[in-house]
C-alpha cells in the first residue's frame, strides 16, 4: 500500500499539525512503512527543520519538495489534469493532515480532524476564520473514506456536528514521548524551582486570565516565585497583557514566545507544577508533555482533557478561579499528592506513544481502500 501524506505543515510549522505530522511519519518509518510513504512538501514557505530532524535521513520515504505557493496548487492541478497524488509518484491513499485540501486524482482520501473549535459561538477564533474552518472540515468529511480524530471527543463532534457517520470516524490518540527525545541525555535533571509553568498559544481558549487570577493568590501565600508563559500570541492576547500589566504579581510573569524543542524537556522538569485551564481542547499535548517530565498537572475538566489525562492530574471547572487555586495550592503544599501524581503522570505518558498513534493512522488507510 502506498500512501501519499501531506507534509506542508510538519516542514514549517512547530505547533499542533506540524508537529503531529512529523511525529506520525516519523513513528511509520520507524515501524517498517518508509518505503511505502510518498510526502508532498510544495511549499513557498523554507524548511524550518533539517532532514535529520524530520527523521528521514537514511529513511526510504520520498520526499517531494518544490518551493511553489500553495495557493497555487489547485490551479496547476486543474490545469494539468493532475492531483497531489500523482505529484508524489501515485499511492493507494493520500492523507491530508490540514484543512487546506490539496486536488486529489485517484487515491482513496483520508483526513485528520483535530478539533471542531470552530463551531463554538464563544469567539474563540475571528468570524471569517471559523466560517472558512467550517467549510474546511465539512469539505473532509464529504471527500474522505476515513475521518482520523486524535480523541473520542472529537470523534462525537465530528459525528454530531459535521455529520460524519460513526463507521468512518477512526480515533488515533497523539502520544508524547517526542519530548523525551528531545532531552539533553547528558546533562542532569535541573532541580525543581518555585515556578509554575503554561505551555501553550496565548489566546482566549487557552484562559490565560483566569490562570493568572488563581497564580496572583499563590504568589500571596508564598508558593511559587513565578510563572513561566511559553508560546506565541493568539487571538485575543490582548485581553492578557492587559491584565498583567494590571496585575499586583506582573513582575513575576514571564513570557516566553519561542521555546526550541531541546529546551522543553529542561523548562518542563524545572517547573513544580504546569497550568493549563483551557477551555476547549481536541487533545492538548502540553499537559502530557508535563507528565512525561514528571511535573503535577492542573487542568480543566472539559472537552478531551477526562480522556488524555485520565487520574493523572487534578480536573477542575476551568472557568471557576477558585477551583483553579485551590487545585494548586495543593499540589504545592502536599508533597505527598504532587508525588502520586508524579507517578500517576509517567505511567499515563508511556502509554501514549508515536508508535501506538502511527500504528493506529495505518490501520485507517487500510480501512480507506478496502
Same mark, same amino acid.
Given at each position: 500500500?502506498?500512501?501519499?501524506?501531506?507534509?506542508?505543515?510538519?516542514?514549517?510549522?512547530?505547533?499542533?499539525?506540524?508537529?503531529?505530522?512529523?511525529?506520525?511519519?516519523?513513528?511509520?518509518?520507524?515501524?517498517?512503512?518508509?518505503?511505502?510513504?510518498?510526502?508532498?512538501?510544495?511549499?513557498?514557505?523554507?524548511?524550518?527543520?533539517?532532514?535529520?530532524?524530520?527523521?528521514?535521513?537514511?529513511?526510504?520515504?520520498?520526499?517531494?519538495?518544490?518551493?511553489?505557493?500553495?495557493?497555487?496548487?489547485?490551479?496547476?492541478?486543474?490545469?494539468?489534469?493532475?492531483?497531489?497524488?500523482?505529484?508524489?509518484?501515485?499511492?493507494?491513499?493520500?492523507?491530508?493532515?490540514?484543512?487546506?485540501?490539496?486536488?486529489?486524482?485517484?487515491?482513496?482520501?483520508?483526513?485528520?480532524?483535530?478539533?471542531?473549535?470552530?463551531?463554538?459561538? +464563544?469567539?474563540? #477564533?475571528? /468570524?471569517?476564520? =471559523?466560517?472558512?474552518?467550517?467549510?474546511? !472540515? *465539512?469539505?473532509? &468529511?464529504? @471527500?474522505?473514506?476515513?475521518?482520523?480524530?486524535?480523541?473520542?471527543?472529537?470523534?462525537?463532534?465530528?459525528?454530531?456536528?459535521?455529520?460524519?457517520?460513526?463507521?468512518?470516524?477512526?480515533?488515533?490518540?497523539?502520544?508524547?514521548?517526542?519530548?523525551?527525545?528531545?532531552?539533553?541525555?547528558?546533562?542532569?535533571?535541573?532541580?525543581?524551582?518555585?515556578?509554575?509553568?503554561?505551555?501553550?498559544?496565548?489566546?482566549?481558549?487557552?484562559?490565560?486570565?483566569?490562570?493568572?487570577?488563581?497564580?496572583?493568590?499563590?504568589?500571596?501565600?508564598?508558593?511559587?516565585?513565578?510563572?513561566?508563559?511559553?508560546?506565541?500570541? +493568539?487571538?485575543? #492576547?490582548? /485581553?492578557?497583557? =492587559?491584565?498583567?500589566?494590571?496585575?499586583? !504579581? *506582573?513582575?513575576? &510573569?514571564? @513570557?516566553?514566545?519561542?521555546?526550541?524543542?531541546?529546551?522543553?524537556?529542561?523548562?518542563?522538569?524545572?517547573?513544580?507544577?504546569?497550568?493549563?485551564?483551557?477551555?476547549?481542547?481536541?487533545?492538548?499535548?502540553?499537559?502530557?508533555?508535563?507528565?512525561?517530565?514528571?511535573?503535577?498537572?492542573?487542568?480543566?475538566?472539559?472537552?478531551?482533557?477526562?480522556?488524555?489525562?485520565?487520574?493523572?492530574?487534578?480536573?477542575?471547572?476551568?472557568?471557576?478561579?477558585?477551583?483553579?487555586?485551590?487545585?494548586?495550592?495543593?499540589?504545592?503544599?502536599?508533597?505527598?499528592?504532587?508525588?502520586?501524581?508524579?507517578?500517576?503522570?509517567?505511567?499515563?505518558?508511556? /502509554?501514549?506513544?508515536?508508535?501506538?498513534?502511527?500504528?493506529?493512522?495505518?490501520?485507517?488507510?487500510?480501512?480507506?481502500?478496502?
Amino acid at each position: 500500500m502506498k500512501v501519499g501524506i501531506d507534509y506542508r505543515s510538519a516542514l514549517v510549522n512547530r505547533e499542533g499539525i506540524g508537529r503531529a505530522a512529523r511525529e506520525i511519519v516519523r513513528a511509520l518509518i520507524d515501524i517498517g512503512h518508509g518505503p511505502d510513504l510518498c510526502l508532498f512538501g510544495w511549499t513557498l514557505a523554507p524548511m524550518r527543520f533539517t532532514r535529520s530532524e524530520l527523521g528521514l535521513v537514511d529513511s526510504e520515504a520520498r520526499l517531494s519538495r518544490l518551493r511553489f505557493p500553495s495557493r497555487w496548487i489547485p490551479g496547476l492541478c486543474e490545469r494539468t489534469e493532475r492531483g497531489a497524488d500523482d505529484f508524489v509518484g501515485g499511492c493507494d491513499v493520500f492523507h491530508h493532515t490540514q484543512p487546506h485540501l490539496l486536488p486529489v486524482r485517484r487515491a482513496a482520501e483520508v483526513a485528520t480532524i483535530f478539533d471542531c473549535i470552530y463551531l463554538r459561538p +464563544g469567539g474563540f #477564533v475571528s /468570524a471569517a476564520a =471559523a466560517e472558512t474552518m467550517t467549510a474546511a !472540515a *465539512r469539505a473532509m &468529511v464529504a @471527500r474522505s473514506a476515513r475521518i482520523i480524530v486524535p480523541s473520542r471527543f472529537v470523534a462525537r463532534e465530528v459525528v454530531t456536528h459535521l455529520g460524519a457517520e460513526e463507521n468512518r470516524v477512526h480515533v488515533a490518540l497523539l502520544g508524547c514521548d517526542h519530548v523525551l527525545r528531545n532531552e539533553h541525555r547528558t546533562v542532569p535533571p535541573p532541580r525543581r524551582e518555585r515556578m509554575a509553568l503554561t505551555v501553550s498559544r496565548v489566546d482566549s481558549r487557552k484562559n490565560h486570565v483566569r490562570m493568572l487570577r488563581a497564580f496572583e493568590r499563590l504568589v500571596a501565600d508564598g508558593l511559587v516565585d513565578r510563572w513561566v508563559v511559553a508560546g506565541p500570541n +493568539g487571538h485575543g #492576547v490582548e /485581553a492578557f497583557d =492587559a491584565a498583567v500589566a494590571a496585575s499586583p !504579581a *506582573r513582575d513575576r &510573569v514571564e @513570557r516566553l514566545l519561542h521555546v526550541a524543542d531541546r529546551d522543553l524537556p529542561g523548562l518542563y522538569r524545572r517547573a513544580s507544577i504546569f497550568l493549563f485551564a483551557s477551555l476547549d481542547e481536541g487533545f492538548g499535548l502540553p499537559p502530557l508533555e508535563a507528565l512525561a517530565c514528571g511535573t503535577p498537572v492542573v487542568a480543566g475538566d472539559n472537552s478531551s482533557m477526562p480522556e488524555v489525562l485520565a487520574d493523572a492530574a487534578l480536573l477542575v471547572d476551568a472557568t471557576d478561579e477558585d477551583a483553579l487555586y485551590a487545585a494548586a495550592r495543593r499540589i504545592l503544599s502536599e508533597p505527598d499528592l504532587a508525588r502520586d501524581l508524579q507517578a500517576r503522570g509517567l505511567e499515563r505518558s508511556a /502509554a501514549l506513544t508515536w508508535r501506538a498513534c502511527a500504528e493506529s493512522v495505518w490501520q485507517a488507510y487500510a480501512a480507506a481502500i478496502s
